[in-house]
């Protein structure tokens, strides 16, 4: 799909080092908590739109297959909010495929909607600068928005009468000396979203307001830990706010629980590792995987400890990794 009213667009997912977990509840998906990821490479979505004055409704296709109501809902809900920047009602053909298993738990939604953020807007001729894309793809998923960037980005939480909001770039990707193994845990898709879970945890949990008043000065040893490249100070925090997090939800009525027991055997080999001077961090998301921090030098031994480990199915090896760009027309939206 390429000519007027047309783009291609890929993005990579993101994993957080501090979390996002909640909302504000005064609308437009703002987060009730900042936020710092790092984007990854070695795993992209490539989203095709097409703009066509022909169609009768948007038309999304994800991985080769129609997507389901609820996907194609929040796709068209983005694409709205650019026809009216646009001043147009055409209807749009969307092309999303992953290059990583959907299912592998690392956030497909992330990538996917700030590829469809950066590839919307540039077919119907709208500004791609970083900020732009950021704040469309976040409307959509908060998660995204950090994906528009590449290297480590971080989101503020929203206040009150905002309706603009974009991350921002923390440190380029080659910043710190990074490796991200994942201990895949499970081929199965998780049975409660993000969405759901967050909303659930925000309406039920007694320890939901604590984490909300916890969360900044978390965010802000991560953000101090990045730039000052100190990787153990990160790794602490960075698993300090995964556990909290996950500690939120766990209180809920009833608890949204992620973890399987895989989750605390590869928790309790990250330990063990550290325990021998191994450098590794756990994080870990809406989901049962456990994704370790770690340096290039340790990654060969956290790899082999993490596939030793009684439910650890396989392993993925990431690093820190550039933003959504446009593919054919050497436009990007974020840094390196
Ligand atoms: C994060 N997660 O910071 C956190 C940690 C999952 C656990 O952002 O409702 O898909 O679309 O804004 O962004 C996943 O939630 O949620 C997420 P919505 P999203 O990466």
Redesign the pocket.
């Known amino acids: 799909m390429s000519g007027p009213g047309s783009a291609r667009a890929v993005a990579h997912p993101?994993?957080?080092l501090a979390?996002?977990?909640g909302?504000r509840p005064f609308g437009h998906?703002l987060?009730a908590v900042p936020?710092l990821?790092v984007t990854l490479a070695g795993m992209c979505t490539t989203t095709a739109v097409r703009f066509d004055a022909a169609l009768d409704a948007d038309v999304l296709t994800l991985n080769g297959a129609p997507a389901a109501p609820g996907a194609l809902a929040r796709a068209t809900g983005l694409l709205d909010r650019v026809r009216a920047e646009a001043g147009t009602a055409a209807r749009a053909e969307v092309i999303s495929d992953n290059d990583f298993p959907t299912s592998a738990g690392l956030?497909s939604?992330?990538s996917a909607f700030a590829a469809m953020a950066l590839a919307a807007r540039a077919a119907l001729g709208l500004s791609i600068d970083a900020s732009a894309i950021s704040d469309l793809a976040r409307r959509?998923?908060?998660?995204?928005a950090?994906s528009a960037l590449g290297g480590f980005a971080a989101l503020r939480a929203g206040v009150a009468g905002d309706e603009v909001l974009a991350a921002e770039p923390v440190a380029p990707a080659d910043h710190l000396d990074l490796r991200v193994v994942v201990a895949v845990t499970t081929e199965a898709a998780k049975d409660v979203?993000?969405?759901k879970g967050?909303q659930h945890t925000a309406d039920t949990s007694p320890y939901y307001p604590a984490w909300v008043e916890d969360a900044p000065r978390l965010f802000a040893r991560i953000h101090a830990a990045v730039l000052a490249r100190d990787l153990e100070a990160l790794g602490i925090a960075a698993e300090a706010s995964a556990l909290r997090?996950h500690a939120s939800a766990v209180a809920a009525a009833p608890a949204v629980v992620y973890w399987s027991p895989a989750t605390l055997g590869a928790l309790a080999t990250v330990r063990d590792l550290r325990a021998r001077g191994v450098a590794a961090w756990s994080t870990i998301?809406?989901g049962p995987h456990v994704k370790v921090l770690t340096t290039a030098g340790d990654e060969a031994e956290v790899t082999r400890a993490l596939r030793a480990t009684a439910g650890v199915l396989r392993t993925l090896a990431t690093h820190p990794g550039p933003g959504a760009a446009l593919v054919g027309s050497g436009g990007s939206a974020g840094q390196p």
């Open positions: 993101n994993i957080a979390k996002y977990w909302k998906n987060p936020s990821s956030a939604s992330a959509t998923s908060v998660s995204a950090r979203s993000s969405t967050m997090m998301d809406a």
